[in-house]
């Protein structure tokens, strides 16, 4: 794409972890922005944030679990702002739980936000991209989807899904103007691993480490002006090691044990565990077991 000042932006999950700071790192691009996220919480207080960078934003409470909230999301932004040059599925949720003993209902809730809501997204905005010949999707996925830590199986599959969803779309729509990319993180200083290190009492294992946000929204804004396939981030250089386990999975299997990050997801699941089984005093929101968890936040 060329520069992004003046071009229009979905971003999903706009005011939870990430996505604040995504929509900062855009607005200051000088985007025109489309807010999106459920239930909402601070949506307008984010776009307040915001209203000294060039660009207009609207924010939009719009539940992507469901199809018909999908189309609501295009549609408002063609009403809007009259096209759209960017989507970036952000939105997306986490359950720390051995696999058995997840309901059906958590396991269909990841699948909807974090997989089929972005494709579904997605397959709604190319035509507008394909009839102007300009557009770019950016996937938020995990190195979760690229190690398969234990005690993320829901989490860890949508987020294998959606590179090679994003690799898949680079090959049907070479030369039309409509590209997309993956952007994958590893422990993010925001979102979800902020719970997890609350709940779990530990920091993320020592030989993947921690990225910040900040490393994130510039790779996301490098990807799309450069056009690049996938840009994964981590504290420490991890391509050699995501190459030797493609090559010998079980020494990434072995990998994956000896750091330390299967036995912090396992700890991460009992601790939501004990979180879930605790009642609840009548004037607090239900548990994520009547009512899952907003998909406003990224774990990465």
Excluded at 135 to 140: R, Y
């Amino acid at each position: 794409m060329r520069p992004l000042a003046g071009a229009t932006a979905i971003l999903t999950g706009a005011n939870g972890g990430l996505g604040t700071h995504l929509t900062k790192a855009l607005a200051a691009e000088g985007m025109h922005l489309l807010l999106v996220a459920f239930p909402g919480v601070g949506l307008a207080e984010l776009r307040a944030a915001i209203q000294g960078f060039p660009g207009r934003s609207e924010i939009l409470v719009a539940d992507l679990r469901v199809a018909a909230e999908r189309t609501r999301v295009i549609e408002t932004a063609l009403t809007y702002f009259g096209s759209i040059d960017l989507l970036i599925n952000n939105a997306g949720v986490e359950f720390s739980s051995a696999y058995h003993e997840l309901s059906l209902d958590r396991i269909l809730e990841v699948l909807r936000v974090n997989l089929e809501a972005p494709m579904d997204l997605t397959r709604l905005v190319i035509p507008g991209m394909l009839d102007r010949k300009r557009g770019h999707i950016v996937n938020i996925s995990s190195l979760a989807g690229k190690s398969g830590p234990g005690f993320q199986e829901p989490y860890a599959a949508t987020k294998a899904a959606l590179s090679a969803f994003t690799q898949s779309l680079r090959n049907t729509y070479r030369g039309t103007g409509v590209s997309a990319s993956a952007v994958t993180p590893g422990f993010v200083e925001a979102g979800i691993y902020t719970r997890l290190k609350q709940q779990t009492g530990r920091n993320a294992p020592p030989f993947l480490g921690s990225c910040t946000p900040q490393r994130v929204c510039s790779a996301v804004v490098r990807a799309v002006l450069r056009d690049v396939p996938e840009i994964t981030l981590s504290r420490y250089p991890i391509e050699p090691v995501l190459a030797l386990t493609a090559l010998f999975p079980r020494l990434g299997e072995w990998i994956t044990e000896r750091t330390g990050v299967n036995d912090f997801f396992r700890q991460a699941a009992r601790a939501e565990m004990i979180s879930d089984s605790v009642p609840l005093k009548a004037s607090t929101c239900p548990s994520r077991s009547v009512q899952p968890t907003p998909h406003e936040i990224h774990p990465h």
